[in-house]
């Protein structure tokens, strides 16, 4: 039992009209204990403040990238207090609803260097007035960065070949393009010009998404981030909204699985002394580090 849920026993015994000093002995707290009361430090109403400013900014972020925030802002603090502070401004995310796992085939390729492993797809939204969105996404699946959110109202496979063509020309080609089998993405004529360019392609199979787990992750957070936070009035104000977000996204959130670097700082190889020490426990690490302990203390003492 937890030290709060003791403190709760008492209470709950002490509105029973059983002394405190007794309700301490049952419930095996210390009267010290019970009675502390936390202590508002300096400088807590400003950092309260300033999470409060992350959360407006990032509605979905939650306690460790406002952690991640204030660390690349230069404030050395603990992961435990920001999520203490951050419980007290009532700040937290929505919960997500647990996902079905399904069984798939194994990811045959996997990044593991930059410009290794692109992927694009498409998604898709509306105007105000009703007009169909169509947007292309293109992202480097070993630095999660997003390379491109082309948006129209229809984006054909010709389109589809510019768009590749402009970021050849930015930087060099991937080995592999991983998409659906789209027709835009199945086209002769974009199939020969990516062999030309000595790009290697790779479709999932249909009704397959999670053997493209990183572009439909992509996909989920520039909707959850963008395309459900902004109303567009027409194509171009969609182009210059999520034009914003790519680079808000590449350039400024932090992204965990790199440490808590951006796509660009990971990329760049940038050093974030703060950052590689004191990261608060995801439940993945939480899930090892409690395996470890267990495989250590079955293994026998020589």
Same mark, same amino acid.
């Given at each position: 039992m937890t030290p709060r849920a003791r403190r709760n026993c008492v209470r709950e015994l002490t509105k029973l009209r059983v002394s405190e000093r007794r309700s301490c002995e049952l419930v095996g707290l210390s009267r010290s204990v019970y009675q502390y009361q936390l202590q508002e430090r300096e400088g807590d109403e400003e950092l309260k403040a300033r999470l409060v400013a992350i959360a407006q900014e990032q509605p979905h972020a939650g306690y460790r990238t406002a952690w991640a925030v204030l660390r690349r802002e230069g404030m050395g603090i603990n992961h435990k207090k920001v999520q203490r502070l951050w419980r007290e401004a009532e700040l937290g995310q929505p919960q997500k609803r647990k996902r079905q796992r399904r069984l798939g085939e194994g990811v045959p390729v996997r990044a593991t260097h930059t410009d290794h492993v692109w992927t694009y797809d498409f998604i898709h939204d509306r105007t105000e007035r009703g007009t169909a969105l169509r947007m292309l996404t293109v992202e480097d699946e070993h630095t999660r960065e997003g390379l491109a959110v082309e948006v129209g109202t229809s984006l054909p496979a010709r389109k589809v070949k510019a768009v590749l063509a402009q970021l050849f020309t930015q930087r060099r080609p991937p080995e592999y393009l991983r998409s659906d089998n789209? !027709? =835009?993405?199945?086209?002769? =004529?974009l199939m020969d010009w990516l062999t030309e360019k000595g790009v290697r392609t790779h479709?999932? =199979? !249909?009704?397959?998404?999670?053997?493209?787990?990183?572009?439909?992750s992509f996909n989920a957070t520039l909707r959850r981030e963008c395309l459900n936070q902004e109303l567009f009035h027409s194509v171009p104000d969609a182009r210059a909204k999520t034009g914003l977000w790519q680079k808000r996204y590449n350039r400024e959130r932090p992204h965990s699985a790199l440490g808590y670097k951006t796509p660009e700082e990971y990329r760049d190889g940038v050093r974030i002394p703060l950052l590689e020490s004191g990261q608060p426990s995801t439940h993945q690490r939480r899930q090892e580090n409690h395996r470890n302990r267990r495989r250590e203390a079955k293994e026998p003492i020589l």
């Open positions: 789209g !027709p =835009e993405f199945i086209a002769q =004529e479709h999932i =199979e !249909p009704g397959s998404p999670w053997q493209n787990a990183y572009g439909e």
